[in-house]
């Protein structure tokens, strides 16, 4: 059974810096290219970043985060992380990682497993 499991969400004050996790299980990890999305409450579910499979030499970001966030995949441990450094009021949200078996495209549909999402609340 596939399960994307993502941890490292809390409260944080505006400027601060939090770690997400994104451990998979299930299914042959290095092969997938991997992103993130957010949604907060009333809004559509946003790209934010993605990493290519292998090496994960190739990295896309949002323009809203560009030069904040930094995508980076560990194979050894089949884990995703998402370092979100300068955080702003308007990072808060649900935070969920999800697996291509393609390119890490910046649409839902581009992704086959999602992770349950871990919040992220920012405060001013």
């Known amino acids: 059974q596939v399960q994307l499991v993502e941890s490292g969400g809390g409260l944080v004050q505006a400027g601060g810096s939090l770690r997400l996790s994104c451990a998979a299980s299930?299914?042959?990890?290095?092969?997938?290219?991997m992103g993130w999305f957010r949604q907060a409450p009333g809004k559509e579910r946003e790209f934010v970043a993605a990493?290519?499979?292998?090496?994960?030499?190739?990295?896309y970001y949002a323009d809203s985060v560009k030069g904040r966030f930094t995508i980076s995949r560990d194979n050894a441990k089949n884990t995703v992380y998402l370092q979100m450094n300068s955080l702003k009021p308007e990072d808060t949200a649900v935070y969920s990682c999800a697996a291509s078996g393609g390119r890490p495209g910046t649409i839902p549909n581009d992704y086959y497993y999602w992770g349950q999402g871990t919040q992220v609340t920012v405060s001013s």
């Open positions: 299930g299914l042959p990890f290095s092969i997938f290219a």
């Open positions: 990493i290519s499979s292998w090496d994960g030499a190739a990295t």
